[in-house]
Each structure stands twice: as structure tokens, then as C-alpha cells.
């Protein structure tokens, strides 16, 4: 499960401060570790093969879930209306 929420939340971290370019030495770190921890617990074939593919899809999911959320939140410019004061 660790596999797919650290790098979601790193994403999430690198989607909120960083452009787009920050993903490709993140991704290229995240397949290194999860071939790392494959061969440290001895695992198959198949799930060597599969780990850093989840973990790069994790990052990018959690890069543009942050972009979404910023971008959502972010106050939206209303068109003056005319007639109709905004001073409170």
C-alpha cells in the first residue's frame, strides 16, 4: 500500500511548488528505489516490472491532483458588473 501513497503525496508536494519538469528526475529517482526494494526482498520478475510502473503512475496522478486542487481554489476574477459597486 506504502507503494502507491508516498509517491502520490510526493507528487502532490511537487505538483503544488514545481512545474511540470520536476517529474521526469522524480520518476527516473522512484524506478530506481522500487528496483531497489524489489531486489532487496527477492521479488518476481513481474513485480519488478510493475513496481516502478505504479510508482511513476502514482507521482503523476498525485502531480495533477495538486495542479487540480490549486487551480480550484484559486479566487476567480469576476467581470465588473455595471452599476454595481464592489466597495463594502
Given at each position: ?70 487551480y ?17
Amino acid at each position: 500500500m506504502s507503494i502507491l501513497i508516498l509517491p502520490f503525496l510526493l507528487g502532490a508536494v511537487l505538483g503544488m511548488r514545481f512545474n511540470v519538469l520536476v517529474l521526469f528526475p522524480a520518476i527516473a529517482g522512484a524506478v530506481l528505489i522500487a528496483l531497489a526494494a524489489g531486489l532487496a526482498r527477492d521479488a518476481s520478475v513481474w513485480a519488478m516490472c510493475i513496481d516502478p510502473v505504479v510508482a511513476a503512475g502514482c507521482l503523476q496522478v498525485g502531480y495533477v491532483s495538486a495542479i487540480l486542487i490549486r487551480y480550484s481554489l484559486a479566487p476567480v476574477e469576476t467581470a465588473a458588473v455595471p452599476g454595481i459597486s464592489r466597495s463594502a
